[in-house]
């Protein structure tokens, strides 16, 4: 089995026909994926070559499927949003921190002026 550690995928769905098309091809060297074939086995026999993607390249073809429309079945929402959504919640814990930072502030030089 030959081994490609840096594989680009780009996944495009077929206008007509309701799949998608998915492309590979190994960054290196610029062997390409040209097909997966079906073995038939026996029941509880061993299957001895699985496809086999090591965590950046599934990564990548995860992706690729999300950039061409493909969703997950079940969840609601992705790493992305969630991601983004955490990123807004620390700007307005800033804003609300000098906020109130500012406030106080001002209430210390009122007293100030006041005595």
Known sequence: MSEH???EFRVERSAF???YEIFGRD???GA???NITFQQVEVGEYLT???TLGETNAQLLMDELWRA???PTEGTGSA???AATQHHLEDMRKIALDFVSQANM???VRRAKAK
Do not use: V
Request: hydrophobic fraction near 40%.
């Open 49 to 51: 070559t699985p496809i």
């Open 5 to 7: 550690a840096d594989i």
């Open 32 to 34: 390409l994926i040209t």
């Open 106 to 108: 001002d209430n210390a």
């Open 80 to 82: 992305g949003a969630l």
């Open 69 to 71: 429309g493909l969703r």
């Open 27 to 29: 960054r290196e060297t």
């Open 17 to 19: 026909r309701r799949k």
